[in-house]
Nanobody, 127 residues
């Protein structure tokens, strides 16, 4: 499975962006996977942002983005999108999407639980 993240860019604080994760060789209509979004700021470790678990349609968010970001599947485009509102300068990072077909809820926030990663898309939020 090849993942492609897109939609990053430069936005002012308080603005919005929509990131999309497309998967070649995988349909997001299938069951049995989780799609996570992670981010990595310069000099920092990669951190969990949000995840969508297809079985049950559960969503998970980091506390730092809860209420501002929404992860959702777009059936028409076969993508899993991350809608980011009320962006803050501290949201600046490279954002990655990742896929796992073996994940369980207890590990959904861990990067090591995902086996396919996209190349990343840069989000820059200016103050």
């Amino acid at each position: 499975v090849q993942l492609q993240a897109s939609g990053g860019g430069l936005v002012q604080a308080g603005g919005s962006l929509r990131l999309s994760c497309a998967a070649a060789g995988h349909s997001f209509s299938n069951y049995g996977y989780a799609l996570g979004w992670f981010r990595q700021a310069p000099g920092k470790e990669r951190e969990f942002v949000a995840a969508f678990r297809r079985n049950g349609g559960y969503t998970y968010y980091a506390d730092s983005v809860k209420g501002r970001f929404t992860i959702a599947r777009d059936n028409a485009k076969n993508t899993v999108d991350l809608l980011m509102n009320s962006l803050k300068p501290e949201d600046t990072a490279v954002y990655y999407c990742a896929l796992s077909t073996t994940i369980i809820s207890s590990t959904i926030r861990q990067p090591t639980a995902y086996n396919s990663w996209g190349q990343g898309t840069l989000v820059t939020v200016s103050s």
